[in-house]
């Protein structure tokens, strides 16, 4: 048996989960020198919700963020986390701006590219690990983990052969609700490794209090690489805590090989963050950290259920929340149980709070919900409740070949549509992400050119000789 790898998610998922993604790069590179000493198998630092983040909140390029972390950290593998065909924004792209984006992820300092789709439809995955291994990344292709009448332990095994096949170089069981039990996570694992020859990484969250037992039970089955989080933004709505899990299995034949103190040195950075994202007010720790084993009864993720709460607030409507939370399995249901993570969690929990203010159920039809039922966003894993359809998307034809095929090129267009603001190649794809958010942070990063050109020439004028 090999030591258990650890995968910490300290710089990504860490703080996404806790604190709406907002930690700065600033302070993540003055612990960069430390984290690269560590041995981890991989630092997740990029991707998901971080790029958005930037942009939007933080002020900052994403891309000079991936260039100051790599450049950090030269002795750690970079890992991030991508939405397959919708890239990090929402929406499906055209193949030629997968390929682009994932050839500057690696030419930037990406080593692993995690790909998942909410669906598990792995047509929409195929253009984005087509490219990761021919610009030379790993392809970490994630399985999205969640329980229904269709997800049962036989569809995750002939999937992962699915995964093998599409030339895949890890498998990860992505376990984004905390959903997976510690029994059930060790059956999987075992069959993942009998099914097939490739590594198995398992990701999971603390949101109902199993997360290290569910590391635990797979690190025993044969799991090579776990996912956790150093102990100031661990648990709850985290990942298990990456010290918690070292100590346990130490001295054992998992033994992880990484040093207590210096994560605990480590720990002692991170904690000072997270007590500014408190302050600041984007970490509630009596929220962040509570366990909810409802999870188990209504699947809803931490950052859905989040969404969910900021709907319900600002349509004054509090008192509906547990009528809301009940609503969400019967509107999976009838969509044909797509996993909930980003996005179909975020299209069926807006869904859910539409039929209950509304009075009626599908009064109300978001666009997301329309294009989920008409195939755009890939094929549904169960039955879809056709009356629903019928009265949600009435006789618009449902899409069944890959979406992206119906997509023409756009890269081009997209260059057009930004000229005024383009500085280098990456903004394309910024734009692209965002296209409402990024002029406006682009219009913000050439102020701030000016505002440096401009300090440096008064400095020169009063330092020249009279």
Known sequence: MAKVNITDTI?????????????????????????????????????????DACIRFLNEDPWERLRRLRKALPNTKTQMLLRGQNLLGYRPYSDDVVEFFVKKAVENGIDIIRCFDALNDLRNMQTAVR??????????????????????????????????????????????????????????VKRLKAATSLPIALH?????????????????????????????????????????????????????????????ELAEHFRGVADRLTKDGFRDPARVLAVDVKTLQY??????????????????????????????????????????VTPTSQIVGTQAVMNVLMG????????????????????????????????CIGDTKVITERFADTLPPELDKLRDEMREWYQKEED???????????????????????????????????????
């Open 11 to 51: 710089l990504r998922d860490g703080h996404q989960s806790q604190a709406a993604t907002r930690m700065r790069t600033d302070e993540m590179l003055p612990a960069c020198a430390k984290l690269d000493k560590v041995g981890y198998f991989s630092l997740e630092c990029w991707g998901g919700a971080t790029y």
């Open 131 to 188: 490219a990761t291994k021919q610009f030379g990344g790993t392809a970490e292709i994630a399985l999205s983990y969640t329980s229904s009448p269709v997800h049962n332990e036989d569809y995750f095994v002939k999937l992962a052969g699915e995964i093998e096949q599409m030339g895949a170089d890890i498998i990860c069981i992505k376990d984004m609700a905390n959903l997976l039990l510690p029994y059930d996570a060790y059956k999987l």
């Open 204 to 264: 999971t969250h603390n949101t109902t209090g199993t997360g290290a037992m569910v590391l635990l039970k797979a690190a025993e089955a044969g799991c090579d690489i776990i996912d956790t989080c150093l102990s100031p933004l661990a648990s709850g709505t985290s990942q298990p805590c990456t010290e918690s899990l070292v100590a346990t299995f130490q001295g054992t034949e998992y033994d992880t090989g990484l040093d207590l103190n210096l994560l605990a």
């Open 299 to 340: 699947q809803v993720p931490g950052g859905m259920l989040s969404n969910l709460i900021g709907q319900l607030k600002s349509a004054n409507a509090m008192d509906k929340y547990y009528e809301v939370l009940a609503e969400v399995p019967r509107v999976r249901e009838e969509f044909g149980y797509p996993p909930l």
């Open 360 to 391: 009626e159920r599908y009064k109300m039809v978001p666009q997301e919900s329309k294009d989920l039922l008409a195939g755009h966003y890939g094929k549904l894993p169960g039955k879809v409740n056709e009356e629903v359809r019928k009265k």
């Open 428 to 466: 394309v794809l910024t734009y692209a992400m965002f296209p409402k958010v990024a002029p406006k942070f682009f219009e913000y990063r050439a102020a701030q050119q000016l505002r440096i050109e401009s300090d440096m020439l008064n400095k020169e004028e009063k330092t020249m000789p009279v």
